[in-house]
């Protein structure tokens, strides 16, 4: 069972279109769902996708244009109808926190569930989620408004116990953890046992990266290196550039230069400007720079461990 998934709601840019919703993202991680950008209609595509609300935990706003944050007021609307409990972590901008406060306040009264607000900065790389599993961190990136990406980022994962070697040796149950986390282990007659018998090397740790509304910059670069996936914003082809650059944005070409400069493992394109009725051009542009690139589109499931696996073994 997959442990690490992202489903693309929305792909499209500013304004939605009969082929494009406003972009809206769910990573899946261990079961615990987090939703990165939230633009109108990201409840009534989880429907179609059967996502469960229930398991919603955190909701990430990468900053307070209408096509990444309208969304979330209905959706808050709808958790507290469906008498959600426990509570839901939004990370959101001040000005962002006050205008759902007022929402909650005037259309809804008091929500059946705990609303806890997380303050993003768009000042420096900042952890924002810290798990035993999980680390997400914003880091600024290059809009006409205050505006973050984000980078999440699986902890190393324990050694793997060698079953046999437990067995022959009689190790108790409660010395396995620290066995797990690289500890060697001493025999009941004193024997120091070296770690390296009684483990194999653990799985291998995964990364993702979104990147919403941005210019091309070497922090970006910096910020992204070395993800195994990275979704980045192309709104435009290159011969759009100075449109582009005017309101913040970039082109798949300049997309797929982040991703190479960063030496990521894959590219996902998104954020499309209704100007094009098809992304091939946008995916053609991008592929010609940083070949393992892809065009997301709603509806689409991406299992970040078997895209890697995939990855290697076409190497």
């Keep these: 069972m997959s442990e ?106 008091e929500p059946t569930f705990e609303i806890i607000y997380d303050r993003l900065y768009d000042d420096e790389p900042r952890i924002v989620l810290d798990t035993k599993a999980l680390t997400v961190t914003s880091f600024p990136l290059h809009h006409r408004v205050p505006c973050v990406g984000f980078r999440f980022d699986e902890k190393p994962k324990a050694r793997h116990l060698r079953g046999d070697m437990a067995a022959y040796l009689g190790i108790p149950v409660c010395d396995i953890p620290a066995i797990k986390e690289g500890a060697d282990w001493t025999t009941p007659d004193g024997r120091t046992i070296d770690n390296e018998r009684l483990t194999l090397p653990p799985s291998p740790s995964y990364s993702y990266a979104y990147c919403s509304d941005t210019s091309y910059h070497r922090d970006t670069v910096e910020a992204v290196h070395g993800v195994n996936v990275l979704y980045h914003e192309a709104t435009y082809a290159d011969d759009k550039k100075s449109c582009a650059r005017l309101h913040g944005h970039s082109t798949a070409r300049q997309a797929a230069m982040v991703a190479r400069e960063a030496e990521v493992g894959c590219l996902v394109l998104g954020h499309y400007s209704k100007s094009y009725c098809n992304e091939d051009s946008l995916l053609a542009e991008a592929r010609e720079i940083f070949p393992n690139t892809i065009a997301a589109t709603e509806g689409m499931r991406m299992d970040i461990e078997e895209t890697v696996q995939t990855q290697d073994a076409q190497a």
């Design 4 to 109: 690490f998934t992202v489903q693309y709601l929305g792909c499209g840019s500013a304004t939605p279109s009969l082929r494009h919703m406003p972009s809206c993202q769910i990573v899946d991680y261990r079961n615990s769902l987090m939703m990165v950008d939230c633009g109108e209609g990201a409840q009534l595509t989880m429907r179609r996708m059967r996502i469960h609300f229930a398991r919603l935990r955190h909701v990430f706003i990468s900053h307070l244009h209408g096509d990444h944050f309208l969304g979330l007021p209905g959706l808050l609307s709808t958790l507290s109808l469906q008498d959600k409990g426990g509570n839901l972590h939004v990370h959101v901008f001040e000005q962002g926190e006050e205008l759902l406060r007022h929402f909650m306040r005037v259309t809804t009264g």
